[in-house]
């Protein structure tokens, strides 16, 4: 039986080359790409946002080692999905409109794909009619809103009543966060969930896939 141990060490050492060729050899050697996934790049992922909580990891750690992740990941893309294997939920997400920064989004991005999510990721400066479309394009189970800026804290709210005008509110699951944004805000503007950090939003999004829809 192939040891795993070595490719999650790969990522949480953010060592990229050695993550993909570690993959590479695992997958000629058999292992199945599912056991890949679940084995080794979700728990590494996990331990990567243990170590940022306990101040172990910095923000530069956590994009190096999604770096990592994704490199490794990359090779399973393709053969999860000829193999049917459905990720733990499918997720949109994007700054909202006026809003410019992406390294929190990008974090975030990676961090749910090494979770084992479908991620959408819709850029910078995202309209909320951006937010409405892709749900009736690519039917995400949840919608990530991202902002750095107290002054684009608005579109959140914009971009929430934009989905309930559109009617499409209650087919997906909201969740918020950025600099600025607190649970008070998000939830008096309706958000399904807050999380102040990368792993948390992980960890969020796992607990809002079980959660009954907003009404």
Do not use: W
Not at 4 to 17: G, I, S
Not at 98 to 119: P, R, S, T
Not at 125 to 139: C, L, S, W
């Amino acid at each position: 039986m192939t040891d795993l141990t070595p490719l999650r060490d790969a990522v949480l050492e953010c060592d990229a080359a050695a993550a993909r060729r570690l993959t590479d050899e695992a997958l000629a050697a058999g292992v199945a790409p599912q056991a890949l996934l679940a084995d080794a790049l979700v728990p590494a992922m996990n331990a990567v946002g243990e170590r940022f909580e306990r101040g172990d990891y910095f923000v530069p750690d956590l994009l190096v080692a999604a770096r990592a992740m994704k490199a490794a990941f990359e090779p399973l893309r393709p053969l999860l999905a000829a193999a049917g294997t459905a990720p733990a939920g499918r997720i949109a997400i994007g700054t909202v409109k006026g809003d410019l920064h992406d390294i929190g989004k990008n974090l975030v991005a990676a961090m749910l794909e090494g979770g084992g999510f479908e991620v959408i990721d819709l850029g910078v400066d995202v309209p909320a009619a951006r937010f409405v479309q892709v749900i009736g394009d690519k039917q995400p189970d949840l919608i990530a809103i991202s902002a750095l800026l107290s002054t684009t804290m608005t579109a959140m709210k914009d971009t929430l009543e934009a989905l309930r005008a559109a009617g499409v509110r209650d087919r997906v699951r909201v969740m918020v966060g950025g600099a600025p944004v607190t649970q008070s805000f998000a939830t008096s503007i309706g958000a399904d969930g807050y999380s102040d950090s990368a792993s948390g939003a992980v960890r969020l999004a796992r607990q809002l896939m079980q959660a009954p829809m907003a009404p």
